[in-house]
């Protein structure tokens, strides 16, 4: 069965990474929930999408540049009133939770990875008791390569429309191979069943990401895709409840 990840907590149901998007996501009958993470200037580490304040809150600035105190003072749009979650605090909500993390490592502001950050989530994951539940994802394939140096978990690579298209499937699937990575994401657009064999026949797993209309999750139903994240989690949860039993005879 195709793996459910509600994207960010669910963003068009919730909001942007937002408290009760991913409270409510770990009630939800789904697999999965996607988020991502920033080191604060004094260490903590904040699940929030953008490495800025800037856009979906009513701060701004670098996370990076701030102290934990001054993050968690931040409103998230349309959030209820929440601020941006540490680690901890997520792993709390999922602990008693059946649904899984699938975590993805964010560069900075300009797009570099976080020195030294890649080992201390991999701690603290294993600290709250979450990492034996957790997938990694990342754009970066040198992020990528940390996380296997740090742990032996799960790790997909998120392959940009850009990247796909300069690089063309089978180059990918070599960059994948050569660097151990077992699974791939593209965003659901530029999936189709020819590339998707390609990459199952190279011995690797096969999913999508940003299906968060109805057609989109639809096709990545119909594909029969490893897994895919939405922005939408409670249609997707009633589309595969309804594909399942349409193609259930
Ligand atoms: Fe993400």
């Known amino acids: 069965m195709t793996r459910i990840a509600s994207h960010r907590g669910g963003t068009l149901e919730f909001g942007d990474s937002t408290p009760h998007g991913f409270a409510a996501t770990a009630a939800m009958a789904l697999e ?15 699940v929030h999408h953008d490495a800025t304040l800037d856009r979906t809150t009513d701060r701004s600035g670098a996370i990076a540049a ?4 001054e993050v968690r003072g931040a409103t998230i749009n349309y959030g209820a009133g929440g601020h ?3 680690l901890s605090e997520l792993c709390d909500l999922y602990r008693p939770a059946t649904v899984n ?3 993805e490592i964010k560069p900075d502001a300009e797009g570099r990875p976080y020195s030294h950050f890649v080992p201390r989530v991999v701690a603290a994951l294993g600290a709250f008791g979450m990492l034996e ?9 040198e992020v990528l390569d940390e996380l296997a140096a740090n742990t032996t978990r799960p790790r997909l690579w998120l ?5 796909l298209r300069q690089l063309g499937a089978t180059a990918t699937i070599e960059v994948a191979r050569a660097h151990g990575i077992p699974e791939i ?7 189709d069943a020819g590339l998707m064999t390609a990459v199952q026949t190279a011995g690797l797993d096969f999913g999508c990401w940003g299906a968060h209309s109805a057609a989109q999750i639809g096709k990545a139903l119909a594909l029969g895709v490893k897994a895919f994240t939405t922005d939408r989690p409670s249609l997707a949860i009633a589309l595969r409840a309804r594909w399942l039993k ?4």
């Open 246 to 249: 349409e193609n259930a005879a």
């Open 133 to 141: 539940r957790t997938t990694f994802s990342s754009f970066l394939v």
């Open 84 to 86: 941006p979650l540490t």
């Open 66 to 69: 701030q102290s934990e105190a």
């Open 159 to 163: 392959v940009s429309p850009p990247v």
């Open 32 to 46: 999965e929930v996607e988020f991502d993470l920033h080191p604060t200037a004094d260490g903590a580490i904040i």
């Open 101 to 103: 993390f699938r975590c």
């Open 185 to 191: 994401g593209v965003h659901v657009d530029t999936a």
